[in-house]
Nanobody
Framework: QVQLVESGGGLVQPGGSLRLSCVDS????????MGWYRQAPGKQRELVAL???????NYGDSVKGRCTISRDNAKNTVYLRMDSLKPEDTAVYYC?????????WGQGIQVTVSS
């Protein structure tokens, strides 16, 4: 059982904001990196943002300046705040958690940006 639970998606108006959360309750190992990826219809899955256990972050080019990723290591939780949302941000957003034994994905959560 994967046990990555994503929350916070939904319908947002252009220019709006949202915060996604992902809790990893399915590992006994320390989590190295946690991140968010997204996949729009007909497109490849792409990186949105990634954060290591030490706090180093990496953002996809399409969201730089509009996103902030953070994590609570004690809670095995990663957060993604997105601002100035655009219709092209519409996608299924997936959480990814990586440990020494490999990476696991959440089931995905829909984010739709539309008026």
């Amino acid at each position: 059982q994967v046990q990555l639970v994503e929350s916070g998606g939904g319908l947002v108006q252009p220019g709006g904001s949202l915060r996604l959360s992902c809790v990893d309750s399915g590992t006994i190992f320390s989590i190295d990196a946690m991140g968010w990826y997204r996949q729009a219809p007909g497109k490849q899955r792409e990186l949105v943002a990634l954060i290591t256990s030490g706090g180093t972050t990496n953002y996809g080019d399409s969201v730089k300046g509009r996103c902030t990723i953070s994590r609570d290591n004690a809670k095995n939780t990663v957060y993604l705040r997105m601002d100035s949302l655009k219709p092209e941000d519409t996608a299924v957003y997936y959480c990814k958690s990586s440990t020494v034994v490999g990476s696991r994905w959440g089931q995905g959560i829909q984010v739709t940006v539309s008026s």
